[in-house]
Nanobody, 116 residues
Framework: QVQLVESGGGLVQPGGSLRLSCAYSALAVSVHAMNWYRQAPGKEREWVAS????????NYAVSVKGRFTISRDPSKSTWYLQMNSLKPEDTAVYFC?????????WGQGTQVTVSS
């Protein structure tokens, strides 16, 4: 059973930083990507960043490229999203996701609020 648990969200001022973590109980069979998504109030969930498995190739949405960094620490069964230079428009619930060829696994989400 794959379980994902996000942590690290909170309230931060514009220009600040946060690091989100996603702890996983197991890697799903045939997982091909570990992702971060976000959903702002009244908007659809949008993809933010990915690490492809097993290549380790990283990809980012245009809106966060250069500010956010996705990484993974297999020894801790965790992947991360380092968020710098945060903007009010980054305010959302952030979800981690393991994507396989047959299904997706999701965490419960963690709230990030960027406000002065």
């Amino acid at each position: 059973q794959v379980q994902l648990v996000e942590s690290g969200g909170g309230l931060v001022q514009p220009g600040g930083s946060l690091r989100l973590s996603c702890a996983y109980s197991a890697l799903a069979v045939s997982v091909h990507a570990m992702n971060w998504y976000r959903q702002a109030p009244g908007k659809e969930r949008e993809w933010v960043a990915s690490i492809l498995n097993p290549s380790g190739l990283k990809n980012y949405a245009v809106s966060v490229k250069g500010r956010f960094t996705i990484s993974r620490d297999p020894s801790k069964s965790t992947w991360y999203l380092q968020m710098n230079s945060l903007k009010p428009e980054d305010t959302a619930v952030y979800f981690c996701n393991q994507a396989t060829y047959s299904r997706n696994y999701w965490g419960q989400g963690t709230q990030v609020t960027v406000s002065s």
